[in-house]
């Protein structure tokens, strides 16, 4: 049973250009969470997204920052004009459901590097 | 909101040592704790977690205790080995967000010197 499956692991923009991460959630998880890591820091929560609706972005930056999950295909977090600031590593996870108190798995993230 | 703060920030022990990793969570109704280990370049992996209704929990040489009065959860790791060296992140999850929301704490950098 593969676990969350992030692509690309890594990626290099220019300030200015558009990133794109995908996520793949474990099998037979419909529920899937993106959390952002600024280098030294904790994990922070940035969206809670189910099939066709994103159900809590209250993590999400107001700008540049979307995020989807079709019914078809992966997720997707995407970041417009980046900025040297959004150098992180972004981490999504899934869960069965979306119950407080649920197992969580992440993926193994991917890291984006803007110069 | 939940804030949950994490200590120490790094932690030195030797091989067969044991080890104690401390958070303190704000929201009393917080109610899942996990703890998280990552290893470099790679994703947190879930070890152990806890759910408010139980004191004490325990998986070979891991075991997380918690304390819902004084609003704070332990990780212990006895007879640690040199591939226990990672960070460790605490978590907790407040149940009036409605879903599955972390609040982690800041991490354990954890060295096990042979």
């Known amino acids: 049973n593969a676990g969350v499956m992030q692509n690309p692991r890594h990626l290099v923009r220019r300030r200015g250009q558009e990133a794109r991460l995908r996520c793949s959630p474990m099998k037979g998880h419909s529920h899937v969470y993106w959390y952002r890591q600024l280098p030294e820091e904790g994990l922070k929560f940035m969206v809670y997204?189910?099939?066709?609706?994103?159900?809590?972005e209250s993590g999400m930056p107001k700008e540049r920052f979307s995020a989807e999950f079709p019914k078809e295909g992966p997720s997707i977090l995407r970041i417009q004009q980046v900025v040297r600031g959004d150098s992180a590593a972004y981490f999504c996870?899934?869960?069965?459901?979306?119950?407080?108190?649920?197992?969580?798995?992440f993926g193994e993230g991917s890291w984006l590097t803007v110069v | 909101g939940e804030n949950v703060e994490q200590h120490p920030s790094t932690l030195s022990v030797q091989e067969g040592d044991s080890a104690v990793i401390k958070c303190t969570y704000s929201?009393?109704?917080?109610?899942?704790f996990p703890w998280y280990k990552q290893e470099l370049g790679k994703g947190p992996q879930l070890i152990i977690d806890i759910r408010s209704n139980v004191g004490e929990k325990k998986d070979q040489r891991i075991a997380v205790t918690l304390n819902k009065t004084a609003k704070h959860f332990s990780l212990h790791i006895t007879e640690t080995q040199p591939e226990d060296s990672a960070v460790y992140f605490c978590a907790a999850s407040p149940p009036n967000t409605g879903f599955q929301k972390l609040v982690f704490g800041t991490g354990t950098r954890l060295l096990v010197s042979p």
């Open positions: 929201d009393s109704a917080s109610n899942y």
């Open positions: 996870a899934s869960s069965p459901t979306g119950n407080s108190g649920n197992t969580i798995y």
């Open positions: 997204l189910q099939k066709e609706n994103i159900i809590d």
